[in-house]
């Protein structure tokens, strides 16, 4: 009975996630739509970083504990993955 109620609540919560996610892209898409082009660099920034947190919650619910169990190599991970990234993606 409770891993039953846990598993509807689970399945209510990541429905109501999804259609929150749905309903931030859409309105970010009519915002791109009506602003001028200066004002769109602020609303793909938010959506960027929205679209990142919503990869990470997911990421944590797939993968919840850490693949690289020594704090001092997390750390480098952490430092040094964001600049490689941004590295790869240069214009």
Known sequence: ???DLGR???E???QIA???VLAFICAAALLLWHLPEKGRLL???MLYAFL???AAGLTLVVLPHHLIQDP???LFNLATTPILTTGSCGR
Request: glycine share 10%; proline share 0%; hydrophobic share 65%.
């Open 1 to 3: 009975m409770l891993h």
């Open 8 to 10: 509807w609540a689970g």
């Open 12 to 14: 209510l919560l990541l």
């Open 18 to 20: 999804a259609e929150f």
């Open 43 to 45: 609303v793909h920034l």
């Open 52 to 54: 990142g947190m919503v």
């Open 72 to 74: 001092r190599w997390r």
